[in-house]
């Protein structure tokens, strides 16, 4: 569930190399500098000063008005509106890494100074070593040239050389942590990787690979993840570390994040060394072990790509959600007592209704044609299930039953099916709840009991069959107020489907 308030991460910022471009850069007379790394302030001057001056924060990695044109929305920005002064650029909810800063004119992009490169790194110094000690890579196929790559699990902020302690014989380590090879035979191999800092420093790292017989499909089961990260993980300590040990340890082959602005997504795929997608507003992204050769682009509060996972003979068509939070209807249920009638109009003006219809709409084609290209939709919807305010849960659900809540009707209208349901098909038994491990019995805000509900959804259609589908957390979550050191690092539960191809 997405708040309006942000609350500010522990980063500093470290000034790196001067700003080069392949092509000429503008002219400028004024100055951009930083003046505060803790909190990132910057300190500015200009001869041509505007109360629409503007200071914005972009990725290293691409974004900003390098040409003096739009290209993206800034990541952070602030109105620098004096010949000279300071301003300080809100970044607690981005993701350690390499930025950019611009110094803008008048609501726009042409550069009143020199661009200036920052370093973001998250709260306090880690030990140097590989965050896991064991992982499980992508499979690979008998005969068939295989490529894996466990730099990014190193501590962040090192840089280390890699080479092979042991291991199958076919299996090849390369200084910058890159496993390659071809398997010759059907059998999975082990592999030991170490990495080694500058000062003599080392750390191993596990890696099992499974690797299928000749002319067999790679992919033969799928473990599918939603997960809202809740503004990154920002608000817990050493979110970073907690994330990657969690999905290793989950071993998900694809996964749809919400609440992943601010460089979220591509810090968590260069970890794994996965696939990616973002796109350049909004919140969603979708990592993959699998290469993403489609992209289907935003419908509304939706998004999707294509994804092989064996050339052309095995892709599925995957589509992330994340739909309106306010107002939320178990609230007006169970706080306000509004009629059926009532909610029901309320999720229309949420924005869920219509977004959900979009996506489906976009979807559509696709799920046509799912006994070819099975077709998965995940995500936040900011709502509960029909399927769960069943008239048997009547007293839990604040007296109501019976609810036809659109966000989960319209899906099995169109024809997906809700996995979580058909693994756990009594919500009485297995409620599957998502929202929220931290917000277990009271709101704080409001001073009113917290309903509990399934909000997370992983649904699918074509050939694909449910082996297993739960909600997960990871230990006990302290609840919010309390929960900057949880090792669980969001306010939803995830949920986790297991398919057979």
């Not at 100074?113 to 064991?134: D, Q, R, W």
């Not at 929202?435 to 699918?460: C, L, M």
Request: net charge neutral; with cysteine; charged share 20%.
């Amino acid at each position: 569930m997405l708040f309006s308030s942000i609350l500010s991460a522990a980063l500093s910022a470290l000034i790196l190399s001067p700003f080069s471009l392949v092509q000429a850069a503008p002219t400028v007379e004024g100055t951009l500098a930083v003046v505060s790394g803790e909190e990132l302030t910057f300190a500015y001057s200009t001869p041509d000063p505007y109360n629409t001056n503007w200071v914005g924060l972009y990725r290293a990695s691409g974004g900003g008005p390098v040409e003096e044109k739009y290209v993206s929305n800034s990541l952070s920005w602030k109105y620098a509106p004096d010949s000279k002064g300071t301003v300080k650029l809100d970044v607690g909810s981005l993701a350690p890494g390499e930025y950019v800063a611009f110094f803008l004119s008048r609501d726009g992009y042409k550069w009143l100074a020199k661009p200036v490169y920052v370093s973001l790194k998250g709260s306090g110094p880690s030990a140097f070593g590989f965050i896991v000690g064991s992982i499980t890579s992508h499979n690979g196929r008998q005969g068939d040239a295989y490529k894996a790559r466990v730099s990014g699990l190193i501590s962040t902020g090192y840089k280390a050389t890699f080479d092979k302690v042991s291991g199958d014989g076919w299996v090849q380590v390369s200084a910058d942590g890159t496993i390659s090879g071809t398997p010759d035979r059907a059998r999975d191999a082990v592999v030991t990787v170490r990495a080694t800092f500058s000062n003599g420093q080392s750390s191993t790292l596990k890696v099992s690979i499974p690797v299928k017989r000749s002319g067999s499909a790679i992919v033969q089961e799928l473990k599918v993840m939603t997960f809202n990260l809740w503004w990154g993980g920002t608000y817990i300590n050493d979110y970073h570390n907690k994330q990657i040990r969690f999905i290793v340890d989950s071993n998900a082959d694809i996964i749809g994040l919400q609440e992943a602005h601010g460089g979220h997504v591509q810090r968590l795929a260069d970890a794994l060394g996965w696939y990616f997608w973002q796109p350049k507003s909004g919140d969603l992204g979708i990592i993959s072990r699998y290469p993403i050769v489609a992209d289907y682009g935003l419908a509304n509060a939706s998004g999707g790509v294509r994804i092989s996972l064996d050339g052309t003979a095995s892709q599925v068509n995957f589509w992330n959600m994340h739909l309106g939070y306010d107002p939320y209807g178990p609230y007006d249920f169970c706080f306000d007592k509004m009629t059926v009638e009532k909610v029901l109009q309320r999720e229309a003006q949420s924005g869920r209704t219509p977004q959900i219809i979009d996506t489906l709409k976009a979807m559509d084609p696709q799920i046509k044609q799912a006994w070819n290209i099975p077709v998965i939709l995940v995500g936040d919807s900011n709502a509960p299930s029909h399927l769960d305010w069943t008239e048997k849960l009547r007293s839990r659900n604040c007296g109501y039953a019976n609810i036809p809540w659109p966000t989960s009707v319209k899906p099995t209208e169109a024809g997906l099916i809700d996995s979580f349901r058909i693994a756990n098909p009594d919500p009485a038994a297995v409620p599957g709840v998502t929202w929220s491990p931290i917000y277990p019995f009271h709101n704080g805000a409001t001073g009113k009991v917290e309903p509990q509900d399934r909000i997370d959804f992983i649904y699918h259609t074509g050939k694909l069959q449910v082996v297993d589908s739960k909600a997960v957390v990871v230990g006990e979550p302290k609840p919010h107020g309390s929960h900057q050191n949880n090792e669980w690092t969001s306010d939803h539960a995830v949920v986790i489907t297991t398919y057979r191809l």
